[in-house]
């Protein structure tokens, strides 16, 4: 059975993502992060302005890769399994979300 995930790595995991985001976006203050515990995982899941989806994913998606890779590090090293959902305005009205 999986011990269960410390709220102070849940919180440090979102300001990681709140801060590496909003350095990057026009709409820093649009930004809205969520985390959320799943059956083996951590799911971030992502929400920015609309006009800011191409910072996000960068060209070639190089930058929405890069911050799955630190995810990736920061649940190595606290032994968790994280994934990230970026959840779009356009996808929440198509109802592709919940």
């Known amino acids: ?11 440090s995991l979102r300001g990681l ?4 985001v909003r350095e990057i ?5 649009e930004v809205a992060v ?4 799943a059956s083996y995982r ?3 899941e992502l929400r920015t302005n609309e006009d800011d989806v ?10 929405v890769t890069g911050v799955r890779s630190i995810l990736a590090a ?3 090293k606290h032994g968790i399994h994280i994934t990230m959902d ?7 009205r198509l109802g592709q979300v919940h």
């Open 1 to 11: 059975m999986a011990k269960p995930i410390k709220m102070e790595i849940i919180d």
């Open 17 to 20: 993502v709140e801060h590496m």
């Open 25 to 29: 976006v026009a709409h820093p203050a």
């Open 34 to 37: 969520d985390v959320v515990p």
């Open 42 to 44: 951590l799911v971030v």
């Open 54 to 63: 191409g910072y996000v994913i960068g060209q070639g998606g190089h930058v």
């Open 74 to 76: 920061f649940g190595r």
């Open 86 to 92: 970026y959840v779009t305005e356009q996808e929440k």
